[in-house]
């Protein structure tokens, strides 16, 4: 049974920082891509950052030089590493992964921006 379950998420100020962890279980992790995705209040769910199991990346516009994505194999863990954080960061946080044609959804993280 595949399981993807974020943590990492809370308030921050705007400008400051924080780490997103999503540990998987149920599948061999270093052989596939994983992704983050966020959806903010009111809009459609959208891809923030993935990585392949090569280590490949790739990010939304909205964040590149702001965020990082990274995992570790030996972890069986995917990270999501935002800086410079903006109000318009405010999201539900979502980790994915995709098994041949079945998708994986974690339950999600907040994050808030606000001062």
């Known amino acids: 049974q595949v399981q993807l379950v974020e943590s990492g998420g809370g308030l921050v100020q705007p400008g400051g920082s924080l780490r997103l962890s999503c540990a998987a279980s149920g599948i061999i992790f270093s052989f596939y891509a994983m992704g983050w995705y966020r959806q903010a209040p009111g809009k459609q769910r959208e891809l923030v950052a993935d990585i392949t199991s090569g280590g490949s990346t790739n990010y939304a516009d909205s964040v590149k030089g702001r965020f990082t994505i990274s995992r570790d194999n030996f972890k069986n863990t995917v990270f999501l590493q935002m800086n410079s954080l903006k109000p318009d960061d405010t999201a539900v946080y979502y980790c994915?992964?995709?098994?041949?044609?079945?998708?994986?959804w974690g339950k999600g993280t907040l994050v808030t921006v606000s001062s």
């Open positions: 994915y992964t995709r098994i041949r044609e079945d998708g994986y």
